[in-house]
């Protein structure tokens, strides 16, 4: 498995821990372009059921970690 597919395994994991590690390792600008997407994915039409429900999860992990 590449980095890549391993990064988005992890963030979009569902498991807290897993997906704070993964999104510790990003820069600022990396954070915001990610996050950006992973609203796009939680929220538009066209992504299945379950990539929606993972991006909601790291949405989630993301927003409980940083308050």
Same mark, same amino acid.
């Given at each position: 498995? #590449?980095?890549?597919?391993?990064?988005?395994? !992890?963030?979009?994991? *569902? @498991?807290?821990? &897993?997906?704070?590690?993964?999104?510790? +390792?990003? #820069?600022? @600008? @990396?954070?915001? +372009?990610?996050?950006? /997407?992973? +609203?796009?994915? $939680? +929220?538009?039409?066209?992504?299945?059921?379950?990539? &929606?429900?993972?991006?909601?999860? $790291?949405?989630?992990?993301? !927003?409980? *970690? $940083? /308050?």
């Amino acid at each position: 498995m #590449d980095w890549l597919e391993e990064f988005w395994n !992890d963030l979009l994991s *569902e @498991e807290p821990l &897993r997906v704070i590690a993964v999104w510790s +390792t990003l #820069d600022a @600008e @990396e954070k915001l +372009t990610i996050y950006e /997407h992973l +609203t796009h994915m $939680a +929220t538009e039409a066209g992504w299945a059921d379950v990539q &929606r429900i993972a991006a909601q999860a $790291a949405i989630h992990a993301i !927003d409980s *970690e $940083a /308050h």
